[in-house]
């Protein structure tokens, strides 16, 4: 989650976590200090808080510390003689609702990304079946390490939980990212883990997302900047609400969401026969791709060669998949399209509402900051035949999450 967007909308959200078993992993960073304050601000909210820490954690916080804000004893040598007999790393990974390693050193997200259980922590991070959230604080070359990346990647593709660090100057002088989230933005973030609703587990959905590529010949297509952010972002959610979810996908360079059954495609054409396929089973459509208006009217089966003259392209249309699928919607099924415009947003949006027999459309304007192809963020306007709901910038996982509220809201 972006911390910066946690910020702008946290004085709406209740924090509910009364009673919820929090196991704390803390490792060898300067950033242990603001795990004081999160420990607080947890039991504070209601929660059990257990607290492990890592032999190099110690060298930055006393276990006291800990042990007096959490009123639990700390857990930092595997192999102490507990006071009665149960083996700890088991007993903690059976008992928490969910795991959090803040600060998270590159070290820790390595051995956990590679399988490594060898002290205390990495063994109860190993045999628990809760959510695990890493909120990562380093140096930011360290952060950047491409060795890294590839790590807190696989991590996320097993379903690992990351919040994201923030940017500034760092205890060794640097500027730039790798500063620990703020311990509110890491308690916001284990709120929304433990009380998220499965709200859709009756529900079948379809998404597509990404752009289509209309070939000109063996080397040179026709596409868009379309990135599949957004709509990955959403199957991502829908389907950690519960839904049955399939993703229609052009081609992009995005992990495929977890619990999502996901169908690759190139074209308008084969994205067209791929959702017209599965869409009759489906109770909600959420139609997020970019695909192409156009394609050309023959494709060369040998590479078009340069010459001195100027080329021309014959182009014909692509089938109008949201136009088919609103002719053949059937009752009870809810149709959402997106809109991206660069003028007239309203204007543009509405009249494709009505022309494709939508029940909603999601309408941003490419020139809005934060909005656009490529980006982590959206700004956004639901629009249904009776109201107009604009949203304030956001994660596109949060877009998604209100988008997929709103939904809700009309087929129930």
């Given amino acids: 989650m972006n911390a910066s967007v946690v910020n702008k909308i946290s004085n709406q959200v209740k924090i509910m976590l009364e009673s919820k078993n929090i196991v704390l992993g803390v490792t060898g960073g300067i950033a242990a200090y603001k795990s004081c304050d999160l420990v607080s601000r947890l039991v504070k909210a209601g929660a059990n808080v257990d607290v492990i820490m890592t032999e190099n954690a110690i060298n930055f916080i006393s276990p006291l510390t800990f042990q007096a804000l959490s009123s639990n004893q700390v857990i930092v040598d595997m192999f102490k003689e507990p006071k009665y007999w149960e083996i700890q790393h088991i007993s903690l990974a059976k008992k928490a609702d969910v795991v959090v390693i803040a600060p998270a050193t590159a ?25 695990l959230v890493f909120a990562p604080a380093m140096n930011s070359n360290m952060y950047e390490n491409k060795i890294l990346q590839s790590n807190i990647d696989r991590l996320r593709e097993l379903g690992y939980h990351f919040i994201e660090p923030g940017e500034g100057r760092l205890a060794c002088g640097d500027i730039g990212k790798g500063k620990m989230a703020e311990p509110y933005d890491i308690e916001l973030c284990i709120n929304e883990i433990l009380n998220k609703k499965k709200d859709l587990q009756d529900k079948t959905i379809i998404i597509t997302a990404g752009p289509t590529r209309e070939p000109i010949d063996p080397v040179r297509f026709i596409s868009n900047h379309s990135t599949g ?6 199957a991502r959610m829908a389907a950690f609400r519960g839904a049955d979810v399939t993703l229609v996908s052009g081609p992009v360079n995005l992990k495929t969401p977890i619990g999502v059954t996901t169908f690759s495609v190139i074209t308008a054409q084969e994205m067209f026969e791929t959702v017209r396929e599965h869409y009759f089973d489906a109770d909600i459509v959420i139609k997020a791709a970019a695909v192409a208006d156009y394609t050309p009217a023959e494709v060369s089966s040998e590479k078009v060669k340069k010459n001195n003259l100027d080329l021309s392209l014959n182009m014909k249309r692509t089938e109008d998949i949201l136009g088919y699928l609103g002719k053949h919607k059937h009752i009870g099924q809810f149709l959402c399209g997106f809109s991206m415009e660069t003028q007239q947003v309203l204007e543009h949006s ?45 994660s596109k996982e949060e877009v998604a999450d209100r988008l997929l509220d709103e939904i809700l809201l009309k087929v129930q």
Avoid: Q, S, W
Avoid at 360 to 381: H, P, R
């Fill in 229 to 234: 952010k957004m709509g990955y972002a959403i």
């Fill in 107 to 131: 070290n820790i997200i390595g051995k956990i990304a590679n399988g490594i259980a060898d002290d205390m922590l990495t063994t109860t991070a190993m045999a628990t079946t809760a959510p």
């Fill in 350 to 394: 509405m009249e494709k509402l009505e022309k494709k027999n939508l029940d909603m459309i999601v309408a941003n304007n490419l020139k809005d900051a934060g909005a656009g192809f490529g980006m982590d963020t959206n700004v956004v306007k639901l629009i249904t035949r009776d109201e107009i709901t604009e949203l304030p910038l956001m």
